[in-house]
Nanobody, 121 residues
Framework: QVQLVESGGGLVQPGGSLRLSCAAS????????MGWYRQAPGKEREPVAA???????NYADSVKGRFTISRDNAKNTVYLQMNSLKPEDTAVYYC???????????????WGQGTQVTVSS
């Protein structure tokens, strides 16, 4: 069974920083694209940042220059370094990964359970 486990959310003041982590575990053959999404109250889930298996990255315009996505393929982990946080960054953050399972060699999109990020003074 494959699962994604997130950590690193919390309460931070405007201008502060947080680092989110998301580790994949289980029977995994390969991990392709990985990414972060967020959902604020009353809004739809939106993409924040993505990274390919080769390390190419993409960001939402709202976080460019402030957030950095990275991955450690040896640890099956993706990170989101968030700097210069703003109140509008407040949301539940979800990680996503496209994974080929070892049990049946089927490729599936997996989601983490979500971690709350609150930016407030």
């Amino acid at each position: 069974q494959v699962q994604l486990v997130e950590s690193g959310g919390g309460l931070v003041q405007p201008g502060g920083s947080l680092r989110l982590s998301c580790a994949a575990s289980g029977s995994i053959v390969s991990i392709y694209g990985m990414g972060w999404y967020r959902q604020a109250p009353g809004k739809e889930r939106e993409p924040v940042a993505a990274i390919t298996s080769g390390g190419s990255t993409n960001y939402a315009d709202s976080v460019k220059g402030r957030f950095t996505i990275s991955r450690d393929n040896a640890k099956n982990t993706v990170y989101l370094q968030m700097n210069s946080l703003k109140p509008e960054d407040t949301a539940v953050y979800y990680c996503n990964a496209r994974i080929r399972r070892g049990s049946d060699y089927v490729t599936v999109d997996y989601w983490g359970q979500g971690t709350q990020v609150t930016v407030s003074s």
